[in-house]
C-alpha cells in the first residue's frame, strides 16, 4: 500500500512538474517564434557590466545603446539593486522586452565572506558548504543577482596553478559531494525563488589540468583520465540540478574547449541530457583565434555554436559574426534555436519575464549588510576549515604546544609577521571590498587582544609578504627573546593564487621562511601560522617548528576562527584535500596514483624504481591529512565477509576511539584498491568517508556499505563497470594512515 501511495504520488508530482515545464516550453517558443535572427543572436551574447572587470576589457562606448536595442541577453559584474534595475530598464525598452540576467563571480560569499571553497572542501562538511553556497545566494540575489559562475569543480593536482583556491582539490569523490553540496546550496529551493540563484559548473573540461600549472593552458589527456577523474564533479553538479555550465579555455587533446564537440554536444547535452545553457568564458570564443583553431571572430563564433557553446562572454564573436554566419548556412537556424530556447527558458524558471525587477528589493538588499546569522555560519565555517599539520610537545614536555592557555596573568605572547595586522588579507581572492571593511574584518592582533585580556601582548612584522629585506628581523628577534610563546603570521597575499596566478615557486614567499628560522632560533615556543590560497612548500618550518596551523583564505571572521582554534575554543578537525607537495619537482602530486611496474616502497628504495635521486616520492602533507587536539585510535576493520558474490553489499566496520583529552571530531575515511584490472587501477581511491564527534573517553563503531557501484571505473573501451577479483578496504584518518582487510568480490 505505501509503495502504491508513494508512486501515485511520485506520478503526480511528475506529472504537474511536466505540466509546468510544459508551460514553459510553450512560452519560450511563444516568444522565439516572434523573434528576428538578430534578437536571437543577442540573446546569445554576454557583456561585462561598465563598473568592474574580471578579464581583458574590449572598449565599447554604445554598450546600453546596445541593450536597447535587443542586442545583449546578459550582463556580468552587474551588482546591487540600483545598477541592476538600471540595466533592465534599458532591457524593458527593447521591443520584446526580453529580461537581461545578471551574472557574477560569487565564489564564496557575497557581502559575507566565506573561507575560499578550497579552505571549505578542509572541512568535509557538505552541510557547512552547502550552507555557504546558500548564504552566498542569499545575499548575492538580494543586490539583483541572477546567476553566479559557480561553483569550481574543476579537479586539480597542481598547487602552480593559482585557481586550486577555487575548487575543493585533488580527488573526484570529495569533488563530486561538494560540486552537489555547492548547487544545491546555490539554487536553494529552486530556481524562481527569489533568493536562488543558477549555478554554473565550470570550467568544462579538464581545465585543472592545464600543462605546468600555467593558467589557460593546454590540457592533454587520455579519455579514460578524463571520464574517471576530470568529469565526475560536472556529473555530480549536472545531477543536483545546475542550471548552467560554463566551457573553459584551454584545449583539450588540440580542441578548444569551447569549440570542443564532444564535450558539450556528445557527453553534456547528449550522453548527461544537460538542458540548460552553456556560457563561454571570458572572451574564450576570440582566443581560438590565439589557439590557432579558429582564422577569425566569424569562424569562432561558427565553430563555438556548432559545438554547442550557447552564449559568448565578452568576445563578440556572436554578436558581430552569427547571423551572417545563419544567412550564409554555416551555423543552422536550429542550433540558434536551441541555443536560445536553453536560456530563455532559464529566465522564464527564474520568473523574469513574469517580473523582471523581482530580484531588485532595496530592503531585502539592506537586510544582508552585516547579517548576524549569516557571520555565524560564517565563522563555523572558517573553524571548521582550519587544519593542524603539526603540534609536537615542547623539549622536555609531555604536552603539545596548542592549544594556548588564555588570560593566565603571566605568559607574554609575541605576534610577528606580516599578517598579523592584516585585514583584508583574510577574504583571498576572488572577494568583494566593501566600504565597511576596516571596521567588519578584524586581525589577528584584535583577536589575540581579546583572548588574552589584559595581558601584554607584544608585536613586530619583521618582514613583508613578499620581499627581500630583512631588515625587520633584529626587532622582530629582540621581542621573541621577551615572550613566553611566539605566534608567527605568515603566508600569501590574498592577490597571489587566484585566476592568472600560476607560480613557478610556491615555497613560502619572500624571507618569510627565513624569518621564522630566526624567531625558531631564541629557543622560544612558536606556533606557526600559514594563510594561503594554495598548498605552499615550507620545510624548514614543517621540520622544525612545533605547531603549525594551515589557516587558508577564511574570510569576513577569518582571525575570529584562528583564535578560537589557537586557545582551545574550537579543536580543529580539518583534513587537506589536496597533497602537500615538498618540492616543485614533485607536481603533479596526488594520492591516487598508479602503482608501476617498479614502485619504491619506501625513500631508501631508489634503486631502478620508480622514485627521485634527489628527493622523497612522498608529499610532505598527505591528502586527507589533519591534526586534532585529542588523538583517535583506530581498531582493525571488520568486514562482514571475506568473498562476495554478484551484487551483493559489504560492510566494513571500524572502531574509533577519542583516547585523548579534549572533545573532538575526526572525519573518517574509506579508500578501495582494486587489486587487478583490465587497465591498472590506484594504488587507494576515496570511496566515502564519515565525519564523527567523540567526546574525549568516547568510542564509536563506523560503518560503511559499499556495492558494486563503488567498484566501477572505465576500461578502456571507456565502460563503466567493476571486475571481479581481489580488493583492498582501507579505513584511517589520512590517506596515508589506514588499516587495511582483503576480501574477494566476484560476479
Ligand atoms: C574568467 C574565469 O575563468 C571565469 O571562471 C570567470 O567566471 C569569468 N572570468 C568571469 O569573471
Not at 581583458?56 to 541577453?73: A, F, H, R, Y
Not at 563561454?280 to 577569425?296: F, P, R, T
Not at 575554543?569 to 617498479?598: A, C, H, V, W
Not at 594504488?683 to 573517553?697: N, P, S, W
Request: charged share 25%.
Amino acid at each position: 500500500m505505501r509503495i502504491f501511495f508513494i508512486s501515485f504520488y511520485t506520478l503526480v508530482f511528475s506529472l504537474v512538474v511536466n505540466a509546468q515545464r510544459k508551460t514553459i516550453d510553450q512560452r519560450v517558443d511563444s516568444v522565439l517564434r516572434l523573434m528576428t535572427l538578430e534578437e536571437k543572436v543577442g540573446q546569445m551574447n554576454q557583456y561585462n557590466g561598465p563598473w568592474a572587470a574580471t578579464g581583458p576589457l574590449t572598449n565599447d562606448d554604445n554598450l546600453l545603446t546596445q541593450i536597447k536595442e535587443g542586442k545583449v541577453g546578459s550582463m556580468l559584474n552587474v551588482t546591487g539593486v540600483a545598477r541592476t534595475r538600471e540595466l533592465q530598464n534599458l532591457a524593458m525598452q527593447t521591443r520584446l522586452k526580453i529580461p537581461l540576467l545578471f551574472g557574477q563571480d560569487i565564489i564564496h560569499g557575497y557581502r559575507t565572506t566565506f573561507p575560499i571553497p578550497l579552505a571549505e572542501a578542509a572541512s568535509w562538511d557538505l552541510e557547512a558548504i552547502e550552507r555557504s553556497a546558500r548564504i552566498a545566494a542569499i545575499e548575492a540575489s538580494a543586490a539583483g543577482v541572477h546567476w553566479t559562475f559557480a561553483p569550481m569543480v574543476d579537479i586539480a593536482r597542481d598547487p602552480r596553478w593559482g585557481r586550486v583556491m577555487e575548487g575543493a582539490g585533488e580527488d573526484p569523490y570529495l569533488g563530486s559531494l561538494i560540486a552537489k553540496a555547492r548547487v544545491k546550496g546555490f539554487q536553494g529551493k529552486g530556481l524562481g525563488n527569489t533568493d536562488a540563484v543558477m549555478a554554473c559548473a565550470k570550467h568544462f573540461a579538464a581545465y585543472g589540468a592545464a600543462v605546468g600549472g600555467r593558467d589557460y593552458n593546454s590540457v592533454d589527456m587520455s579519455f579514460r583520465q578524463l571520464h574517471e577523474v576530470y568529469l565526475p564533479p560536472f556529473k555530480a553538479a549536472l545531477d543536483a540540478g545546475a542550471a548552467t555550465f560554463m566551457n573553459s579555455f584551454n584545449d583539450l587533446n588540440g580542441i578548444p574547449a569551447t569549440a570542443n564537440k564532444y564535450l558539450q554536444r556528445d557527453i553534456l547535452k547528449g550522453e548527461w541530457k544537460f538542458k540548460g545553457f552553456v556560457v563561454s568564458d571570458w572572451g574564450s570564443v576570440g582566443e581560438m583565434i590565439n589557439h590557432g583553431y579558429a582564422k577569425d571572430n566569424k569562424d569562432a563564433s561558427m565553430l563555438a555554436t556548432n559545438a554547442g557553446s550557447d552564449m559568448d562572454m565578452e568576445s563578440r564573436s556572436n554578436i558581430q559574426n552569427l547571423a551572417q554566419l545563419v544567412k550564409e548556412g554555416k551555423v543552422k537556424l536550429s542550433l540558434v534555436d536551441d541555443a536560445v530556447r536553453r536560456i530563455l527558458h532559464k529566465k522564464f524558471e527564474m520568473g523574469l519575464f513574469d517580473d523582471p525587477y523581482r530580484f531588485c528589493n532595496e530592503t531585502r538588499e539592506k537586510e544582508q549588510w552585516n547579517n548576524q546569522p549569516h557571520l555565524d555560519a560564517e565563522k563555523d565555517m572558517a573553524r571548521k576549515s582550519i587544519v593542524l599539520l603539526k603540534n609536537a610537545p615542547l623539549p622536555g614536555q609531555e604536552k603539545q604546544l596548542l592549544p594556548l592557555k588564555k588570560a593566565d596573568g603571566q605568559s607574554k605572547i609575541a605576534l610577528i609577521g606580516p599578517l598579523v595586522r592584516s585585514i583584508k588579507e583574510h577574504l583571498g581572492f576572488w572577494s568583494y571590498d566593501w566600504p565597511d571593511d576596516s571596521t567588519r574584518i578584524t586581525s589577528l592582533w584584535d583577536e589575540v587582544q581579546k583572548k588574552m585580556g589584559d595581558n601584554k601582548l607584544l608585536y613586530a612584522k619583521g618582514c613583508n609578504i613578499d620581499d627581500n629585506s630583512k631588515a625587520g628581523f633584529d626587532e622582530a628577534t629582540s621581542i621573541a627573546k621577551d615572550a613566553d610563546i611566539i605566534i608567527i603570521s605568515v603566508g600569501e597575499g590574498r592577490d597571489m593564487t587566484g585566476e592568472a596566478k600560476s607560480k613557478s615557486n610556491i615555497h613560502l614567499p619572500g624571507v618569510q621562511e627565513e624569518l621564522i628560522e630566526a624567531i625558531t632560533a631564541t629557543a622560544k615556543p612558536v606556533v606557526v601560522l600559514i594563510s594561503a590560497g594554495r598548498p605552499l612548500i615550507f620545510n624548514w618550518t614543517a621540520d622544525n617548528v612545533p605547531a603549525i596551523l594551515y589557516t587558508w583564505w577564511l574570510g569576513t571572521k577569518g582571525a575570529e576562527a584562528i583564535a578560537d582554534v589557537l586557545f582551545g575554543d574550537y579543536n580543529p578537525s580539518g583534513k587537506l584535500p589536496m597533497s602537500f607537495p615538498g618540492t616543485e619537482g614533485q607536481i603533479p602530486i596526488y594520492y591516487n596514483y598508479y602503482n608501476t611496474g617498479r614502485p619504491a616502497t619506501s625513500d631508501s628504495d631508489r634503486f631502478y624504481r620508480s622514485a627521485y635521486i634527489d628527493f622523497s616520492i612522498y608529499p610532505k602533507f598527505a591528502f586527507g591529512y589533519g591534526l586534532s587536539y585529542t588523538n583517535f585510535n583506530y581498531s582493525n576493520i571488520t568486514l562482514n565477509g571475506a568473498s562476495l558474490k554478484g551484487n551483493q553489499k559489504l560492510t566494513a566496520s571500524i572502531v574509533v576511539s577519542n583516547t585523548g583529552k579534549y572533545d573532538g571530531a575526526e572525519v573518517v575515511q574509506l579508500y578501495i584498491r582494486d587489486m587487478v584490472g583490465s587497465v591498472v587501477r590506484p594504488v587507494k581511491e576515496l570511496k566515502g568517508f564519515q565525519k564523527i564527534i567523540l567526546k574525549a573517553g568516547e568510542s564509536k563503531t563506523v560503518s560503511f556499505t559499499i556495492t558494486t557501484e563503488d567498484l566501477k571505473f572505465y576500461n578502456n573501451d571507456l565502460k563503466y563497470d567493476w571486475e571481479s577479483g581481489e580488493f583492498e578496504i582501507m579505513i584511517g584518518t589520512s590517506s596515508k594512515d589506514v588499516k587495511t582487510a582483503k576480501l574477494t568480490w566476484n560476479k
